[in-house]
C-alpha cells in the first residue's frame, strides 16, 4: 500500500497569512493527488484533485502543486472560515490511502 | 442536486454484523465507482472499500478485507457495506463517497460495545 505523510500535523496561523502544508507519497504516484478540508462533525470536502485543479467552487486562495512524491496545498491568505483539519488522498492505486491530516488552529 | 444518505449505523456486539447503505440521488449511479470511508472518534479519514460502476471490481482496506463487503444495486440507486466479526476498532462514522471523492454523504455512527 502507499503511505501518505503529511507535516505539520497541527499549524497555528493568523487570518491573512499565507500557508502550506506538505503531503509526501511513499511512492510515485505522478499526480493522483487530492486535497481535502473538514470541518469538526461535518463529511470532508474536495478542494483540489490531480495535484493542482481546483475544485468548483472553492476559493482561488486555495492552490495545489508537486507530482511524483511530493504535494503541497497553499492557502495564500488564510480567511476565518478557513481553520480546519486538511487532509492528503492519493487516487493512483487502490486502496486509496489518506495522509494523517494537518489541524490549521488560529494563532 | 447531487445527495448520498447513508443509514444503518448504531449500536453492535462484538462479534456482530450490520449492513450501511447510502442512497444516492441527483446523478446517473451507475456512472461512477463509489467508496466507504471512515473515520474513528477523534482521529483521521481511513480508506475502507471501493466498488466499480457496474459492480464487477470491489477493493478493500487491509483492515476489512475479509470481514466486509460492498455491494450495490444500480436499479435502486443503492450502495451497501455488509460488515461482519466487527470489532471495537470498527467504532468509526461510515461516509460514503461517488466516484471522485467530489460528493460525499453526511455519515452514519458504527459503535462495536457489549
Known amino acids: 500500500d502507499i503511505q501518505m505523510t503529511q507535516s505539520p500535523s497541527s499549524l497555528s496561523a493568523s487570518v491573512g497569512d499565507r500557508v502550506t502544508i506538505t503531503c509526501r507519497a511513499s511512492q510515485s504516484i505522478s499526480s493522483s493527488l487530492n486535497w481535502y478540508q473538514q470541518k469538526p462533525g461535518k463529511a470532508p470536502k474536495l478542494l483540489i484533485y490531480?495535484?493542482?485543479s481546483l475544485q468548483s467552487g472553492v476559493p482561488s486562495r486555495f492552490s495545489g502543486s508537486g507530482s511524483g512524491t511530493d504535494f503541497t496545498l497553499t492557502i495564500s491568505s488564510l480567511q476565518p472560515e478557513d481553520f480546519a483539519t486538511y487532509y492528503c488522498q492519493q487516487s493512483y492505486s487502490n486502496p486509496r490511502t489518506f495522509g494523517q491530516g494537518t489541524k490549521l488552529e488560529i494563532k | 442536486e447531487v445527495q448520498l444518505v447513508e443509514s444503518g449505523g448504531g449500536l453492535v456486539q462484538p462479534g456482530g454484523s450490520l449492513r450501511l447503505s447510502c442512497a444516492a440521488s441527483?446523478?446517473?449511479?451507475?456512472?461512477?465507482?463509489m467508496h466507504w470511508v471512515r473515520q474513528a472518534p477523534g482521529k483521521g479519514l481511513e480508506y475502507v472499500s471501493t466498488?466499480?460502476?457496474?459492480?464487477?471490481?470491489?477493493y478493500y482496506a487491509n483492515s476489512v478485507k475479509g470481514r466486509f463487503t460492498i455491494s450495490r444495486d444500480n436499479s435502486k440507486n443503492t450502495l451497501y457495506l455488509q460488515m461482519g466479526s466487527l470489532r471495537p476498532e470498527d467504532i468509526a462514522v461510515y461516509y460514503c463517497?461517488?466516484?471522485?471523492?467530489?460528493?460525499w454523504g453526511q455519515g452514519t455512527l458504527v459503535t462495536v460495545s457489549s
Open positions: 466498488i466499480s460502476a457496474n459492480g464487477d471490481r470491489t
Open positions: 490531480v495535484a493542482s
Open positions: 441527483g446523478f446517473t449511479f451507475s456512472n461512477y465507482d
Open positions: 463517497a461517488r466516484g471522485p471523492f467530489d460528493y
